[in-house]
């Protein structure tokens, strides 16, 4: 087996460059990056086996860029986070993380995890097959509707809220939804009470947009002026 090739990514400069010392002793090569841009600039640039992300600060944006990382490659993925509950690394590994360490880690536990994926994962990433398309080349719900999948095989990770937005706009793609009648499923099924109203509906959904953009998505969700919104015909 030729020498794991490995990026890291996290803000912390110590954390990181411990992250990479350790691996480098584990006889992996490893090499650090602090933002998601320089990780796909590098990406890019090189040839990886495998990515060690550190999301505890990032968020929705971690689980969408774990989303994006698991959509468009066969990268093996690994996720560390300090304070991690276990709903935030359910939902890493929905959104495509092969594994999910909370910090304070044991250095030799990540390494021997990324030894282990390596003996799967084919050869030469950068001749990997192209990620499995949607059925029938539509955006579709899966994993019980926490995940969406795009038509190119794209996947980006919901919140408890989004989720059951983009159903209702699924369920009827091609009409117009309005913003009570999402609200009213908000909290019929659960949503947050404060996520209800109009405005709120606005934010979520904005929120959505970006996150689908920074996993290299445009959305089919319309805004319908004076009423809602909907999910363009597939």
């Known amino acids: 087996m030729n020498q794991l090739r490995i990026l890291m990514m996290s803000p912390d400069e110590t954390a990181r460059g411990a ?7 584990a006889g992996i090569s490893a090499r650090g990056c602090s933002t998601s841009l320089e990780l796909f600039g590098l990406l890019n640039g090189g040839a990886y086996d495998g990515v060690v992300l550190d999301v505890g600060t990032l968020g929705e ?6 989303a994006r990382l698991h959509g468009s490659s066969s990268l093996g993925i690994v996720v560390t986070g300090r304070n991690m509950s276990v709903d935030s690394r359910l939902r890493c590994l929905q959104s495509g993380a092969d ?3 909370p910090d ?6 990540l390494a021997c995890i990324l030894l282990s994926l390596a003996r799967r994962l084919p050869s030469g990433q950068q001749d990997a097959a192209p990620a499995e398309t949607a059925a029938n080349g539509q955006w579709e719900l ?6 969406l999948a795009a038509p190119s095989g794209t996947t980006l990770s919901l919140s408890a809220n989004e989720r059951l937005i983009v159903r209702s706009l699924l369920e009827v793609a091609g009409r117009a939804v309005g913003r009570s009648e999402l609200g009213e499923e908000l909290q019929v099924e659960g949503g947050s009470a404060r996520a209800s109203g109009s405005r709120s509906i606005d934010v979520i959904v904005s929120r959505l947009r970006r996150k689908a953009e920074l996993a290299g998505l445009i959305l089919p969700i319309r805004t319908v002026y004076g009423s809602g919104y909907l999910f363009a015909d597939q």
Do not use: F, K, M, N
């Not at 944006?61 to 774990?66: K, N």
């Open 61 to 66: 944006i971690g689980y969408a860029l774990v």
């Open 142 to 147: 899966r994993d019980q509707g926490w995940t």
């Open 99 to 101: 594994a999910c360490l």
């Open 19 to 25: 992250a990479v010392s350790a691996l480098l002793q």
């Open 104 to 109: 304070p880690q044991d250095p030799r536990e």
